[in-house]
């Protein structure tokens, strides 16, 4: 069983790095090759150009195959790998595309895991611990109203004037701000065309109390039952969403008139070209990553179980904040596989207690803060 990585971009190198020190077998595929060997030609020579031909040659039945390469190539990487019977591991959305991978991987005796990175990926772990210490406490009642809120942003550590930094092309952070989003709140479904409309203020649950602006993104609805929600449960908000610092929706207020005017795809392109030119991180500068999960539980207008995780990490010696917490997630997928410890078929984060626990635990390394906290207590 052979690891293969593919891409040694910003957020890949430090759960590579830690893969290839624990001695596991990892062949690194990149192009340009250069760019591998400066990640982690210290530590390995089994570095290989990623040409499809080259690539297919080397894939064996039962590899593992990690795609940190952009996320429109995942589909055609997976279905190669059910093809040659490998197993497959992004860090990326569940997409149409991949869902219709799940029979063929299941009947090929494959495994295929998504969504094990930061976001989606580590507020997945934090939420199945809330939902199950939650449904093993004394306070469980389904007649209990709850409220769910999953909250995470990677901010600049040194906050500048424009509230946000990038390490990458903005086009990503362009397009889901042009994406609609869907959340609960009051007990109702709702929709928000523009995320930046729905802008609220989010006390962060930190040593030192801190509040950040929050916004729902994407589609949270399909959570509440990948959350293992009991349909009967009562629920007042259930939202999936984004953090950034104080001041953003302001300071993004011309970025928001532009993405309004529903700009074509070569003006996009010049504004994400613009932005990274005007934003970007300086090298070396720290990066910080915080994600908050909650879940409370209430009677009669009064809070019975309200436990919430807080994380917040900084970028240091070991590297970016955002690096470490989504390559070192990928590499805990893989270990996973390879010990055999995930079912066959397509998969999200885990929510089996013993590998939530263990992953939580291993994370918990990765950042400065990162505790539960029992809110009722406090």
Not at 148 to 163: D, Q
Not at 220 to 241: E, N, T
Not at 339 to 364: K, Q, S, Y
């Amino acid at each position: 069983m052979r690891i293969h990585w593919c891409g040694t971009g910003l957020s890949a190198v430090p759960g590579l790095r830690r893969l290839i020190l624990a001695g596991r077998p990892v062949t690194v595929w990149n192009l340009p090759v250069e760019a591998a060997v400066e990640a982690v030609g210290d530590l390995t020579d089994e570095i290989r150009a990623m040409e499809p031909a080259t690539f297919d040659a080397a894939l064996g039945r039962g590899d593992i195959v990690v795609s940190m390469l952009p996320a429109h190539l995942h589909g055609s990487l997976a279905r190669t790998c059910v093809g040659r019977g490998a197993h497959f591991i992004s860090s990326s959305y569940i997409t149409d595309e991949m869902r219709a991978l799940d029979e063929p991987a299941r009947e090929a005796g494959v495994t295929i895991v998504n969504e094990v990175g930061l976001d989606p990926g580590i507020d997945h772990l934090m939420a199945h611990d809330l939902v199950a210490r939650y449904r093993a406490s004394p306070a469980y009642d389904v007649a209990n109203v709850l409220s769910f809120t999953s909250y995470c942003g990677g901010l600049p550590a040194i906050p500048n004037a424009f509230r946000y930094k990038f390490s990458w092309s903005p086009l990503g952070v362009l397009k889901a701000l042009m994406a609609p989003a869907r959340a609960i709140r009051d007990f109702s479904e709702l929709r928000v065309a523009h995320p930046w409309d729905a802008v609220t203020s989010f006390a962060a649950p930190l040593p030192v109390p801190e509040t950040f602006e929050v916004y729902p993104n994407r589609d949270s609805l399909p959570y509440v039952a990948d959350y293992r929600f009991d349909p009967a449960w009562k629920l007042r908000d259930f939202v999936r969403g984004t953090l950034r610092l104080n001041g953003w929706a302001d300071a993004w207020a011309p970025v928001f008139e532009a993405l309004a005017a529903e700009p074509d795809a070569a003006t996009l392109e010049d504004l994400s070209d613009r932005l990274l030119k005007e934003h970007p991180f300086g090298p070396g500068e720290p990066d910080r990553v915080v994600l908050c999960v909650a879940l409370k539980a209430e009677r009669a207008g009064v809070p019975v179980w309200h436990e919430s995780w807080a994380l917040d990490a900084r970028g240091d010696v070991r590297g970016s904040a955002m690096a470490r917490l989504v390559s070192g997630t990928v590499a805990l997928a893989v270990e996973a596989v390879m010990a055999r410890e995930l079912p066959v078929g397509l998969h999200a984060a885990p929510h089996d207690a013993r590998l939530v626990a263990r992953w939580l635990e291993a994370i918990g390394h990765e950042a400065q803060v990162m505790r539960r906290i029992d809110v009722t207590r406090r």
